[in-house]
T-cell receptor
Framework: GENVEQHPSTLSVQEGDSAVIKCTYSDSASNYFPWYKQELGKGPQLIIDIRSNVGEKKDQRIAVTLNKTAKHFSLHITETQPEDSAVYFCAAKGGGFKTIFGAGTRLFVKA | DGGITQSPKYLFRKEGQNVTLSCEQNLNHDAMYWYRQDPGQGLRLIYYSQIVNDFQKGDIAEGYSVSREKKESFPLTVTSAQKNPTAFYLC?????????????FGPGTRLTVT
């Protein structure tokens, strides 16, 4: 069935460094790729998304890249800050209704 | 202030009891969803609804039931048939079921069954 693999499961970086989270999807019909940030005890919040007609999107310190041929997409956070510490989920949605989520990456930013 | 509310935030029940989790949205979204989240895992879809009086099973619907009598409301009942009900439950909504629309999530309800 459809699935989204996300790596790494845990990532620890020093404040000011960059963090990269990678996802691979299986459904070649996927055309919408959102990223969510979930803080402890809260619901996930959308931080950035990308549609299949673009290869890269940037919003301040956050960027997402998409390689449809390889079925890879990645989240890049630059100049990390302690408040970036959270769990990040990638997801992929195809032509149907279902959004498939990755298992999540727990990011620790050390001050 | 538009958004999704879930209540209560924490819920404790004895084994064998049914329990209903509330989800309300004022975003005027047609589609609503229930997910279950277990530690170290992604979100698993329990039920979804694309319109009032219509809902469909997701990947892990066994032991759960829902209703959609109003556009704004999509309550989830965890029945005694659910073998492992302790989890964090998330409700979400989107403008439409199909199409490239983001899902908005509520704050979640943590259910503990002992």
């Amino acid at each position: 069935g459809e699935n989204v693999e996300q790596h790494p499961s845990t990532l620890s970086v020093q404040e000011g460094d960059s963090a990269v989270i990678k996802c691979t999807y299986s459904d070649s019909a996927s055309n919408y790729f959102p990223w969510y940030k979930q803080e402890l005890g809260k619901g996930p919040q959308l931080i950035i998304d990308i549609r299949s007609n673009v290869g890269e999107k940037k919003d301040q310190r956050i960027a997402v890249t998409l390689n449809k041929t390889a079925k890879h997409f990645s989240l890049h956070i630059t100049e990390t800050q302690p408040e970036d510490s959270a769990v990040y989920f990638c997801a992929a949605k195809g032509g149907g209704f279902k959004t498939i989520f990755g298992a999540g990456t727990r990011l620790f930013v050390k001050a | 202030d538009g958004g999704i509310t879930q209540s209560p935030k924490y819920l404790f029940r004895k084994e064998g009891q049914n329990v209903t989790l509330s989800c309300e949205q004022n975003l005027n979204h047609d589609a609503m969803y229930w997910y279950r989240q277990d530690p170290g895992q992604g979100l698993r879809l329990i039920y979804y609804s694309q319109i009032v009086n219509d809902f469909q099973k997701g990947d892990i619907a066994e032991g759960y039931s829902v209703s959609r009598e109003k556009k704004e409301s999509f309550p989830l009942t965890v029945t005694s048939a659910q073998k492992n009900p302790t989890a964090f439950y998330l409700c979400a909504s989107s403008l439409l079921l199909a199409g490239l629309y983001e899902q908005y999530f509520g704050p979640g309800t943590r259910l503990t069954v002992t």
